[in-house]
T-cell receptor, first 116, second 110 residues
Framework: GAGVSQSPRYKVTKRGQDVALRCDPISGHVSLYWYRQALGQGPEFLTYFNYEAQQDKSGLPNDRFSAERPEGSISTLTIQRTEQRDSAMYRC??????????????FGPGTRLTVL | GIQVEQSPPDLILQEGANSTLRCNFSDSVNNLQWFHQNPWGQLINLFYIPSGTKQNGRLSATTVATERYSLLYISSSQTTDSGVYFCAVFRLNTGNQFYFGTGTSLTVIP
């Protein structure tokens, strides 16, 4: 019955460091999404998985960003060589079915990333 | 992508007042969700409403898919309703993502 969880909740890092953000979706949910939200804006899509397959990564801003979901459950979003412009709230969501079915998305609490 | 516009951008209400928030979208959609982002940053699901009308307590929502808009009604507002309300839409074959509006920031004063 647990919801989507994310860790860490807050991450402060220095420019140039790598960071890994974790998402644990609702048990049994097929699809998992990553979004990024800037202050005062709505979430913007980064990437999406069905089971372990990355179906769409069109929203990843550049090749420093990558994501994986190796066993079709927990996912990790990795940002290499962080830059100050990467500072944002990173949100993960999961849905029971994929885009052709019932795809109501449920969001985790987010990870607030600050790059100094 | 799909453009999603929400209005008004900001709203201040006296406790007990009613309000209507609007979401317009630029293309036909298969799914639509309303969320409440509370002051602690959590995104709470309010409605999953691709069409028709739903009610949940003091909140109700109506989506008129053919006219490309959705409305969220808040009645007898409470201070705990404060936060940002987001509309998000999804359309098959335009990327497997929900497109979010910029939100309506609601402040309910006692």
């Amino acid at each position: 019955g647990a919801g989507v969880s994310q860790s860490p909740r807050y991450k402060v890092t220095k420019r140039g460091q790598d960071v890994a953000l974790r998402c644990d979706p609702i048990s049994g949910h097929v699809s998992l999404y990553w979004y990024r939200q800037a202050l005062g804006q709505g979430p913007e899509f980064l990437t999406y998985f069905n089971y372990e397959a990355q179906q769409d990564k069109s929203g990843l801003p550049n090749d420093r960003f990558s994501a994986e979901r190796p066993e079709g459950s927990i996912s990790t979003l990795t940002i290499q060589r962080t830059e100050q412009r990467d500072s944002a709230m990173y949100r993960c969501a999961s849905s029971l079915e994929s885009e052709g079915g019932y795809n109501e998305q449920f969001f985790g609490p987010g990870t607030r990333l600050t790059v100094l | 992508g799909i453009q999603v516009e929400q209005s008004p951008p900001d709203l201040i209400l006296q406790e007990g007042a009613n309000s209507t928030l609007r979401c317009n979208f630029s293309d036909s959609v298969n799914n639509l969700q309303w969320f409440h982002q509370n002051p602690w940053g959590q995104l709470i699901n309010l409605f999953y409403i691709p069409s028709g009308t739903k009610q949940n307590g003091r909140l109700s929502a109506t989506t008129v898919a053919t006219e490309r808009y959705s409305l969220l009604y808040i009645s007898s507002s409470q201070t705990t309703d404060s936060g940002v309300y987001f509309c998000a839409v999804f359309r098959l074959n335009t990327g497997n993502q929900f497109y979010f509006g910029t939100g309506t920031s609601l402040t309910v004063i006692p």
